[in-house]
């Protein structure tokens, strides 16, 4: 009395886990490379982090030829003589002419610096890589089992 085994492969099984491993391997990619923490984000913070070290090295030097012109009105009356008359400012001697119509005294303007604003990081979103990941293994599997069925009806 011989008994008939069931049609059951290991293979088969395997097949359709080969769907779930894929997605899971889509998933793991994306999230490395377009992820909130992946490549990419990082990349950008690189950037950024740059960015701001060249606007603080412009800031420092900035501030240290303030620190100088600070330094030189302070202690040095000959400077502050000659940023006051720029100012429109005399010595109690002096007399001005000042003649209508061609506008103020030109003065002297400082540029403070600027501001760089940080720029957040672009990535995409979990949720979308969850379903583009879902989405590929859901494909697979589908195209599995379609080609298992296709097989089955053609040795029927």
Not at 44 to 50: A, G, N, P
Not at 120 to 131: G, S, W
Request: charged share 20%; proline share 3%; glycine share 8%.
């Amino acid at each position: 009395m011989t008994q008939k085994r069931p049609k059951f492969r290991i293979m088969a099984v395997v097949k359709y886990l080969f769907a779930l491993w894929v997605g899971v391997l889509v998933y793991a990619s994306l999230a490395m490379v377009f992820g909130t923490k992946g490549l990419s984000a990082h990349g950008q913070l690189l950037r950024e982090q740059r960015r701001q070290e060249v606007n603080i090295t412009n800031l420092m030097l900035l501030n240290r030829d303030l620190e100088n012109t600070m330094n030189s009105l302070l202690y040095d009356e000959d400077t502050l003589a000659v940023y006051a008359r720029k100012q429109g400012y005399g010595s109690g001697t002096e007399r001005f002419i000042r003649i209508v119509g061609l506008g103020t005294t030109q003065r002297t303007r400082t540029y403070p610096g600027s501001v760089v604003a940080i720029a957040a990081p672009q990535y995409t979103p979990e949720h979308t890589i969850r379903i583009i990941a879902l989405g590929i293994g859901i494909t697979i599997l589908i195209c599995m089992a379609i080609f298992d069925l296709l097989r089955f009806i053609r040795e029927r």
